[in-house]
């Protein structure tokens, strides 16, 4: 026989699976041609074959070794490096083997699943491009196509991709079951719905199609979703995700033992469910079942501990600053201190050997590659069966609800501070101190009678708390019954006289009752200051409404098929967030359109304005108005309320402002749920003759805030023809940091003539100046920003001097951190970056680094302000929280030209634990993922 004749019988049997034959005849074809590169290629496929990859990869590299250029050998060494996961290797042969034989389908199909298991959409929707355009009935390239362009947001190309599918197989149910998972994300339900019926009846017995189903029905009819799920399960036993979605199913409920039961059957089949862990903790919690949640906890974060232990090492580093004596940080010491507790016994070290099972160097022995995780999590899991101190977590758990409801308190949000307090109760019963925290709750709320009868509840503790029967005197006032309320004002004072109420630090608030000679709360509201004015009979001098020439914004009625609006549909049963609203988030994220580049890197590719009108901008002056202004208490307590009145006592809606806030194209914001309305009384009025210019900002003691709102609105009042010179007083939020004193300093404002609303918070002027806000809040308009570059780039040239590439450390904040940011800056300093810290800078230092950098990178914050003053083209790199994607900053990079991508951060499932760490998404920290940066430097050209 000739070497081709045994080839030709060693794949003959290959074939047959009769394998040692195979390669008996390969070693002949060998014998009789030592150097044919095809005997050596066929012999690796059956090596492969047979189990020994190693041996395999040696003959195919000995193919390569006889003849370079034999295509046959790159594509099958590509093949075994992808299927052990070599996937930079595997490329590297794909990509040698496409140049040789660029038509060959198979492999840029190969080739796009090798960049799909990267994260580098981009590539792979290229290459399963390429392979249809070569063959193009190709299913199983259309098939990964719409997978890839659905993990790329690409919705509608992706369902027309699958539809492709379907007509070349029209009982390709997988294409079905994908499809409708897609539809259902592009809210199109009822086509899903069609979908995933006309799938069930080619396939009846797929459980797979009966769950989706069921996530489909959900939401509008959980009864049928439910019956979905269990019909999937009697189908499918084993099919984990259909008992997890039961499970939350039946939370959604309110039926959490039967969710629990759900959710343990999802773990004892999958060991490493960490939602599964989550879900089951948190419906324990409800359930008041505190000690028997924390087990699952643990074991959600003992499945993923990264994101857990790079916290607890800051924790270490906060514990040995200074102390802060203020709720909120009280909270997120006891958190430490929950957290260290929680996790103390977790072997988490155990954890990563199990998982990380492709983190090898050695390349020298692939055959060993393959672990079953599920086992290897398994013997680990009950492995560490050792007792949590339950005790002591909880009372850390219950000291983190009363410091979180005390904090929410003093912010003004009464409803979740009473749900914490009540959380901390189920803990801790006989605590008094939570019972009239939260009595006192319920009473700022107007719940007199449930305020009442929590009071009493404390004194059915403790019978001796003057401040309880004081509390309840107050509310028995407020209510009339002076009788009844001037005997528990007796009580209190003779429990005072006994010496009662001093032990316990909480009883030792002042009984201080409200002025009665207060001002009086708005009696009505104006939406429009022009209105008022109208109204009140003014000139209209008082208004000077200020027109700008720069390119017109962007309308949804000149853009074509603009997406921006919400569907009525939507409105009319959603309540905007505010700021994190999610609805909105999405919709302005839709909006800029990032495009995903792999490797979770993606950049922003909408080049047009967002499609709302901006607001109307306007000076106004108000004769003896009045101005109330939330001032800064800690760190976190900062301006969260404005309210502008007219002296006749109207709140003028378009001047005032207050938290949560709204987005651009916000339909559900409503400025008569003003908070001004729900105050108690007003602070202390400071009368003030001459004319003051309000000026201030929510939040507008942060740098961001100080830049974007509150600065331009000094351009509003030089616009409406008001010479600065000429006014009294200027109203900000403070002037305690440099950049303040620096940028007003600049703008032509004397310290002496500036007024602080943090220490005037209620003021009233012979004449108020008001000039509107100047754009939505943190959105500054293009006139903002040019005002800006033109007022602050005065003198700025380039110097070689700076650093092209920088990275904006926030290793000073007290939250959105990056977590890992040493590694981070490890990492980017190989490719040129230099790390710097803006808050130690001058404010002229800040913009010209900034002016000068031609890359920025920095976590998602106020030291991103600065893109304001940099050049065309610069790249900015934003990190950011796979939770709390914002688009602060998107609009400034689309305005001045700029490169804008993002990379969100690793996700922290255990969302119970999540939201005791961060009140608020916007407050979350970063973990960043060396790999995908390291990607990223590659993406964006950086390396």
């Keep these: ?248 199913a039946w939370q959604m409920q309110g039926e959490h033992l039967a969710a629990v039961a759900c959710f343990d059957r999802a773990i004892e089949l999958d060991p490493e469910h960490i939602a599964g862990c989550t879900d089951a903790g948190f419906s324990l919690m409800v359930l008041g079942k505190i000690a028997e949640a924390m087990p699952y906890f643990e074991r959600a974060i003992a499945l993923k501990p990264d994101f857990v232990e790079a916290y607890c090492r800051l924790a270490d580093k906060r514990a040995v600053a200074a102390v802060e004596d203020d709720e909120l940080s009280k909270a997120i010491a006891a958190c430490d201190r929950f957290l260290k507790a929680l996790t103390g016994s977790s072997a988490t070290s155990n954890v990563r050997d199990v998982t990380d099972v492709t983190d ?136 005072q006289l006994h010496g009662y109420g001093e032990p316990q630090q909480w009883q030792k608030a002042s009984f201080i009752l409200p002025d009665r000679n207060s001002i009086e709360l708005p009696q009505g509201i104006y939406l429009s200051t022009w209105d008022w004015l109208v109204s009140a009979k003014l000139d209209a001098g008082n208004y000077v409404e200020i027109v700008w020439k720069y390119a017109p914004e962007a309308s949804a009625e000149n853009i074509p098929n603009s997406q921006f609006q919400i569907p009525n549909s939507q409105l009319a049963n959603s309540d905007c967030g505010g700021l994190t609203c999610g609805m909105c988030l999405h919709r302005i994220s839709k909006w800029f359109d990032p495009v995903h580049l792999g490797w979770g890197v993606c950049r922003l590719s909408n080049s047009q304005p967002i499609p709302v009108d901006a607001p109307k901008t306007f000076a106004a002056q108000i004769p003896n108005g009045r101005v109330w202004i939330v001032p800064q208490q800690n760190y976190w307590l900062i301006c969260k309320a404005i309210a502008v009145i007219t002296p006749d006592n109207y709140l003028l809606g378009d001047l005032s402002r207050d938290y949560p806030g709204f987005l651009p194209g916000c339909a559900k914001h409503d400025v008569r749920k003003h908070s001004v309305f729900n105050l108690e009384c007003f602070p202390p009025l400071k009368q003030i003759d001459g004319s003051v210019a309000v ?163 920095a976590a998602h914050g106020s030291g991103l302000t600065n893109t304001i003053f940099c050049r065309r083209g610069t790249q900015v790199i934003e990190l950011v929280s796979p939770h709390y994607i914002s688009h602060y900053y998107w609009g400034i990079s689309q305005y001045l030209k700029l490169e804008h991508y993002y990379l969100a951060g690793e996700a922290f499932e255990c969302y119970p634990i999540r939201e005791l760490m961060y009140q608020n998404s916007l407050t979350e920290d970063i973990l960043v993922n060396l790999s995908s940066l390291k990607r990223m430097v590659e993406v964006v050209g950086l390396g």
């Design 1 to 248: 026989m000739s070497t081709e004749e045994y080839i030709r019988q060693a794949q003959v049997y290959l074939n047959r699976g009769k394998l040692t034959e195979a390669i008996d005849f390969c070693h002949r074809a060998i014998e009789l041609q030592p150097f044919s590169p095809l005997a050596y290629t066929t012999l690796g496929e059956i090596l492969e074959a047979s189990g020994d990859p190693t041996a395999a990869r040696d003959a195919f590299v000995q193919a390569l070794e006889i003849s370079p250029n034999f295509f046959r050998a790159h594509a099958y060494l590509g093949q075994l490096y992808s299927e052990y996961c070599w996937l930079d290797e595997a490329a590297f042969y794909y990509r040698q083997a496409l140049d040789l034989k660029p038509d060959w389908p198979e492999v840029h199909y190969n080739l796009g699943n090798v960049f799909h298991k990267q994260g580098n959409l981009l590539g792979a929707i290229g290459c399963y491009r390429k392979a249809i355009a070569l063959k193009p009935n190709y299913l199983l390239a259309f098939y990964n196509l719409a997978a890839v362009l659905d993990a790329n947001n690409q919705l509608e190309a992706a369902i027309e991709t699958y539809r492709v599918a379907i007509d070349l197989k029209p009982d390709y149910v997988e294409a079905y079951s994908n499809l409708g998972a897609i539809l259902l994300k592009d809210d199109r339900p009822e086509s899903a719905i069609e979908i995933y019926q006309r799938a069930i009846e080619i396939k009846p017995d797929w459980a797979t199609l009966h769950n989706n189903l069921g996530q489909v029905l959900l939401e509008k009819s959980p009864e049928r979703a439910i019956a979905s799920y269990l019909r999937a399960i009697e189908l499918e036993p084993d099919l984990v995700l259909a008992h997890y979605n039961l499970g939350k």
């Design 695 to 857: 000026l201030s900002g929510l939040s507008g003691n942060v740098y961001f805030h100080w830049m974007v709102d509150v600065l331009p609105r000094i351009e509003l009042v030089r616009r409406s023809g008001r010479n600065l010179a000429e006014i009294d007083w200027f109203l900000v939020n403070s002037c305690q940091h440099e950049f303040q004193r620096e940028t007003l300093r600049i703008l032509g404002i004397p310290q002496e003539k500036v007024l602080e609303s943090d220490r005037l918070p209620h003021v009233q002027a012979t004449e108020l100046i008001v000039p509107s806000f100047a754009g939505y809040l943190g959105w500054p308009s293009g006139w903002a920003i040019e005002f800006l570059r033109r007022e602050f780039l005065k003198g700025i040239v380039p110097n070689s001097s700076y650093p092209k590439r920088i990275y904006i450390s926030r290793s000073k904040a007290r939250y959105r951190r990056v977590l890992n940011e040493e590694d981070v800056v490890e990492v980017l300093e190989r490719s040129g970056f230099v790390s710097i810290l803006p808050e130690s800078m001058s404010l002229a230092e800040q913009i010209a680094h900034f002016y000068c950098a031609e890359v920025i990178v």
């Design 360 to 495: 090898v160097t050695d390349v020298t022995d692939l055959t060993d590659l393959k672990v079953n995780k599920k086992d290897g999590a398994a013997r680990y899991l009950s492995s560490t069966a050792c007792e949590l101190p339950v005790a002591e977590i909880c009372d850390y758990l219950a000291e983190i609800y009363l410091h979180l409801g005390n904090a929410l308190t003093e912010y003004g949000g009464y409803e979740s501070a009473a749900a914490y307090y009540q959380k901390a109760l189920q803990i801790q019963p006989q605590n008094t101190e939570l019972y009239w925290r939260l009595g006192n709750c319920l009473a700022l709320q107007h719940r007199f009678s449930a305020a009442v009868a929590v009071y009493r509840m404390a004194l059915t503790v403790q019978p001796a708390l003057p401040q309880v029967y004081f509390e309840l005197a107050k509310l028995l006032e407020k209510q009339g019954n002076c009788e009844r309320a001037i005997g528990y004002y007796q009580k209190v004072l003779e429990l």
